[in-house]
């Protein structure tokens, strides 16, 4: 009976070594990358920023192709016409973006100024958003509805200066984006080095 016992245990630590490793393993795996991508981005936003921009038109194009395969495998009874004009506008555009990119010297300037407008858009819509959300909470007396108003007219300000200047904004955004991704990256790796030492 003893013997069992000595044995399970002897089984159990083995088994918490090998999962403590493989969590090290997959810690590493995936903070050493996100802190590369982070540092890259601080370093050199040109880079990070054009290669970001590539990768967001391609990954739009993507999306595009996607909604018509699920349009084209989608029953006849039930297809969405909206499904199939968002995929082909989605592709179209996104290679319509990435071809004329290549056309020129200075062609990626079109589609870093493309995605600036969409995330000033979508700021604005986000500001929109709150101001609504303020005026229903004001009306309800609720506390805290000058914050929401706050953040309507900071991201009312922040799409404004995106517009104006689109450019240097898509590098100012990649950047913060590199610290945020280098911050998780080094969050990351501490928590598996942190279990790894648990185990």
Do not use: C
Not at 69 to 92: F, H, I, M, Q, Y
Not at 138 to 157: I, K, P
């Amino acid at each position: 009976m003893n013997d069992t016992t000595h044995t399970a245990s002897l089984q159990a630590d083995g088994a918490a070594r090998t999962n403590g490793r493989g969590a090290l393993a997959r810690g590493l795996a995936a903070g050493i990358p996100l802190i590369a991508i982070g540092l890259l981005a601080v370093f050199s936003p040109l880079a990070a920023g054009l290669s970001l921009a590539y990768l967001i038109t391609a990954g739009l194009g993507l999306y595009g192709a996607a909604q018509i395969v699920v349009w084209a495998k989608t029953p006849r009874e039930r297809r969405s016409t909206d499904l199939l004009v968002n995929g082909v506008l989605t592709a179209g555009l996104s290679l319509l973006a990435l071809w004329a990119s290549f056309q020129t010297q200075f062609g990626f300037v079109g589609i870093v100024t493309a995605l600036s407008a969409a995330a000033a858009f979508l700021t604005l819509l986000h500001g929109v958003s709150q101001f609504f959300a303020f005026s229903r909470l004001r009306s309800e007396g609720a506390e805290g509805a000058g914050w929401v108003l706050a953040a309507g007219v900071l991201n009312a300000l922040l799409a404004i200066i995106i517009l104006s200047n689109p450019l240097m904004s898509w590098f100012a955004i990649s950047t913060v984006w590199g610290i945020y991704l280098g911050a998780l990256g080094v969050a990351l790796t501490a928590e598996a080095v942190a279990e790894s030492r648990r185990a």
